[in-house]
């Protein structure tokens, strides 16, 4: 009956999409070379590309290479080419994207998480009257400036006048080939897929993959104290996307300590001097906690902060889990922690005191997602999509009722067909599903992935975690 369901479900969906259009935002994920760009001087640009995910075609089956862009879709373009966060410009069904803040985006939500992106990292600015015009036409003099602050050069470093400051650049670091030598006004998308594609590699150097944070435990001692001195009291609440706390924003490369218990905060509480009475911890734990804090601002952005240990989100969490560790929680009992990838963070989550179903790493490097039932920020109890009567209805595994990895034969505009043994079922991929990969040959750790690479030929195990009246996938792991 499930598989049933499943199928009538993803059917309809594959209709609807059949009979609408979409933008160049549009996520179709099996690659094929359409017959509009096949033999151009700009098909390896676009392949290339369209196989790291970064650009799409359309859903008629054509790329149409000839079309404008807009500024929302060149913004989309460049942030995938910067290595970023997946939860931060795409969000998760656990999630949500923090907003650009620009009063003109209605109906441009799927791409405002790439755009605040883009202006927080210097790549594109909005206008004076707080508009940042998403469905302008992008002039080529934007997207080369884009590109070129993607690739870590700026108004001060260039000097100069704009746009022949970015435009000289560009031509300096042989960034134009294919484009042609008379530059239109406005950028084209084949254009636009040369232009990021020449200057991929210098992207990619000055945006390396983020370390992972630190995880507030007995390993993740600070490099040094915070600077207690500078530091301010309040009582207050990280709001749902924790980019803010007590009103103030937070800035992005936030440092979040923890030390003490909650019951002993106050304005007069004297912060320790002691490095080794502190441990590092990860903002993404405090989805829409209130708790007292000290913080220190910079430039009217909270750059450090001093948390409770025994703080954190409550409610309940999924996500695949890397290792276990055994540490010390706020009363100095020793606990298991789970180091988990949440919403596509790293984040790991203390243990109850003795709690129990912990599963082994044969079991959780096997493309199992747990929900973890959270208070506080600890762990209270722990299943698998499968452990029927004791997890959330909605947690279920959509993909295979063995626990097993299957074969995708196709996946297009995120409806993936799956081998099964009567012949295939169909579901939907969300936009903002949550992908995890792991190695098969080495299975030691998983790392976060995207949605472009649900393709023919990989095997997943796809789940749904939402209890939003469809079967569709949240989350899927994906085994290299």
């Known amino acids: 009956m499930r598989k049933m369901i499943v199928r009538k479900v993803a059917v309809a969906l594959a209709l609807l999409l059949m009979g609408s259009t979409v933008s160049f935002a549009a996520n179709t994920t099996e690659i094929i070379v359409s017959a509009d760009v096949k033999g151009t001087v700009y098909e390896e640009a676009v ?20 079309a404008n862009l807009t500024r929302a879709q060149a913004c989309v373009i460049v942030v995938k080419s910067m290595n970023a966060p997946v939860a931060d410009v795409a969000g998760t069904a656990t999630q949500s994207v923090a907003k650009s803040g620009f009063s003109d985006m209605a109906g441009y939500g799927w791409a405002e998480g790439y755009i605040r992106y883009a202006v927080s990292h210097g790549v594109t600015k909005g206008y004076p009257d707080g508009t940042f015009k998403p469905g302008n036409k992008v002039t080529m003099n934007e997207l080369i400036t884009m590109v070129i602050r993607a690739a870590d050069y700026s108004d001060d470093s260039l000097g100069g006048t704009w746009p022949s400051n970015y435009v000289n650049k560009a031509a300096e670091l042989q960034l134009l080939s294919n484009i042609p030598e008379q530059l239109p ?22 945006n390396p993959a983020a370390e992972s944070p630190a995880q507030g435990t007995d390993q993740d001692k600070p ?17 749902s996307t924790m980019t803010s706390y007590a009103g103030k924003t937070i800035a992005d490369d936030v440092t979040v300590y923890t030390y003490g218990a909650k019951k002993d905060y106050c304005s007069t509480m004297t ?11 990860t903002v993404y734990k405090y989805k829409n906690v209130t708790t007292p804090a000290f913080y220190q601002l910079e430039n009217g952005k909270i750059i450090a902060m001093v948390l409770p240990m025994d703080v954190g989100f409550s409610g309940r969490a999924y996500g695949v889990i890397n290792d276990t560790i055994t540490t ?24 109850k005191k003795g709690l129990s179903n912990i599963p082994t790493k044969v079991q959780y490097l096997n ?28 947690f279920t595994e959509i993909s295979s009722t063995g626990a097993v990895f299957v074969t995708v034969e196709s996946c297009k505009d995120n409806v993936a067909k ?48 939402t209890d939003d009246n469809k079967l569709s996938a949240d989350i899927v792991v994906i085994k290299n």
């Open 47 to 66: 392949t290339s590309l369209a196989e790291k995910g970064i650009i799409t075609g359309d859903t008629d089956g054509n790329f149409n290479p000839d």
């Open 185 to 206: 006004a406005y950028a084209t998308k084949w254009m636009a897929a040369q232009l990021d594609y020449n200057t991929l590699d210098k992207i990619e150097v000055a």
């Open 223 to 239: 490099d040094a104290v915070p600077n207690v001195k500078a530091m301010t009291y309040a009582n207050g609440s990280f709001n």
């Open 271 to 281: 912060l320790t001097n002691k490095i080794s009475d502190y441990r590092e911890d």
């Open 328 to 351: 010390m929680n706020g009363s100095s009992e020793s606990v298991t922690g789970l180091a988990s990838l949440t919403a596509t963070r790293e984040i790991t989550w203390l243990g």
């Open 367 to 394: 493309g199992e997602v747990y929900e973890m039932n959270v208070s506080d920020g600890e762990v209270q109890s722990i299943y698998k999509a499968s452990d029927a009567g004791k997890k959330g209805d909605a």
């Open 418 to 465: 799956i081998d099964t043994a009567d012949g295939g079922a169909l579901f939907e991929v969300k936009d903002n599903a949550s992908v995890y990969t792991i190695d098969s040959s080495n299975p030691t750790k998983y790392k976060v992935g995207h949605v472009a690479s649900i393709r023919a030929g990989v095997e997943i195990r796809a789940y749904d975690i």
